[in-house]
């Protein structure tokens, strides 16, 4: 009797084993595997360092610096693109493990189309590493898997339905600022605004020790005599805070042959450390609006209706920007006086 009652206790033991063991292998809110679901970085201040791969053979690398993030150790990251980045980073969860006949499939399609993510601190050592691939028939959840791991996972954010990888698939130029000009206005030397084909409207604006100086950017042209419009310069250089562009162009077939045209403007602003950024300006109009003279590479205006610019930054990049933003530093010389009616 004694030896029934010890091997009853031992198979009753045994089998509360065994049935906790299998529970909890399949209760979504505990980890018998671990960090093998443990995406989220809830401290998001500790990454430093974002790489980003793909099969493609695509490589980025966001570095922390201050209050921004480097694209690929040489360019400043839009922060419109790094922010959702992030925001996916920190809240991904997983929603649900997949049935077992689904795995191979989704762990195929991760070796062969997915993105690895590796997730850095201050001191370089690796915090996470996984891989995000294609979205579920709904669109609603996001194959993930760790590096390393076996098992993927069904993954979503709360409170957003669509594919999490569109928030780390990008490419190129799309990772980088749009910023044409971003500068306080305190920190400010001097801004000039040429106009080629409108000599007269072309300035100097500088910051002197007594306030502001505001003078013809050709020798050639004589200097207004009115009466000074107080809080003119100020006005207009608050305008340089922030321009953006819409977007790249360097890759632009004509590139070449409209940067060797004549501007409409060229804009040119040095601030107090004596970094300048000069911005070239090309209409983009259609040809019953404006036409080019090609022997003296004048444009001819029929109409003021442009909507864009192509603008050759610094001579190393191409946007394109838009007429509704860039306007408001399209000032003329006359601008900064009273009565600018006035010829003089």
């Known amino acids: 009797m004694n030896r029934t009652l010890v091997l009853l206790i031992a198979f009753l033991v045994l089998g509360g084993g065994v049935f906790w063991y299998f529970t909890q292998g399949e209760d979504e809110k505990t980890t018998l595997a671990g960090a093998d679901r443990d995406f989220a970085v809830k401290n998001i201040e500790q990454i430093h360092k974002i ?172 200097q207004i005599k009115r009466p000074y419009r107080e809080g003119s310069a100020e006005a207009f250089l608050v305008n340089f805070e922030s321009v953006g562009a819409e977007a790249f162009r360097n890759d632009y077939s004509g590139r070449d042959s409209i940067t060797q045209l004549v501007p409409f403007s060229i804009i040119t602003l040095v601030n107090k450390q004596g970094d300048t950024t000069q911005v070239k300006l090309h209409p983009i109009v259609q040809e019953n609006i404006i036409s080019h003279d090609e022997k003296t590479g004048d444009y001819v205006l029929y109409s003021s209706d442009i909507e864009r610019y192509f603008a050759d930054l610094n001579g190393k990049d191409f946007l394109l920007s838009q007429h509704l933003v860039l306007q408001k530093l399209l000032w003329g010389y006359g601008s900064f006086f009273k009565d600018n009616n006035l010829l003089n």
């Not at 689904?102 to 601190?121: H, P, R």
């Open 51 to 222: 790489f980003i791969a793909d099969r493609r053979g695509e490589r980025t690398t966001l570095e922390r610096e201050g209050d921004h993030w480097i694209y690929n150790g040489k360019y400043k990251a839009r922060p419109s693109v790094v922010t959702p980045l992030l925001e996916a980073v920190e809240r991904v969860q997983v929603k649900y493990k997949p049935p077992q006949a689904a795995v191979e499939n989704m762990v195929q399609s991760l070796a062969t189309e997915g993105i690895k993510v590796e997730l850095y601190d201050k001191k370089g050592e690796r915090i996470k590493a996984y891989y995000v691939g294609g979205s579920t028939s709904d669109e609603r959840g996001t194959y993930m898997i760790m590096d390393g791991a076996e098992q993927p996972y069904v993954v979503d954010m709360p409170a957003w339905d669509g594919n999490l990888s569109v928030r780390f698939r990008r490419y190129g130029d799309e990772w980088r600022d749009k910023t044409l000009f971003a500068e306080e206005v305190e920190n400010i030397q001097s801004v000039s605004i040429e106009y080629p084909k409108q000599r007269n409207q072309s300035f100097v604006l500088e910051s002197t020790d007594d306030g502001y100086e505001v003078r013809p950017f050709y020798d050639i042209t004589p």
